[in-house]
């Protein structure tokens, strides 16, 4: 099993930068795909950005540029630093985890919490 918790989220103004952070704990953390996921209310969950254990990153079209993810191995932990953030990246951001990449949600096992991110205008 594993366990993931979240958390970095919050309200920023569009053009701020927020940093998320996922501590995993329970199993072989470097041997997994990891990803943010996010979702609105009524939405589905939709990908926004993973990383393999070989380095490669994969991002939505949507946050490309803005967005980055990475790892810090010794401390078992995934982050997502958001720049550039828009009115419409607001949502609950989700890390999840996997043995493999994928950008549907639903083949993910492993989820954390959710963390709120808003972003006014």
């Known amino acids: 099993q594993v366990q993931l918790v979240e958390s970095g989220g919050g309200l920023v103004q569009a053009g701020g930068s927020l940093r998320l952070s996922c501590a995993a704990s329970?199993?072989?953390?470097?041997?997994?795909?990891m990803g943010w996921f996010r979702q609105d209310p009524g939405k589905v969950r939709e990908f926004v950005a993973a990383?393999?254990?070989?380095?490669?990153?994969y991002y939505a079209d949507s946050v490309k540029g803005r967005f980055t993810i990475s790892r810090d191995n010794a401390k078992n932990t995934v982050y997502l630093q958001m720049n550039g953030l828009k009115p419409e990246d607001t949502a609950v951001y989700y890390c999840?985890?996997?043995?493999?990449?994928?950008?549907?949600?639903?083949?993910?096992?492993?989820w954390g919490q959710g963390t709120q991110v808003t972003v006014s205008s």
């Open positions: 329970g199993r072989s953390f470097v041997s997994d795909a």
């Open positions: 990383l393999r254990r070989n380095g490669i990153t």
């Open positions: 999840a985890g996997n043995t493999y990449y994928t950008t549907t949600y639903s083949d993910w096992p492993y």
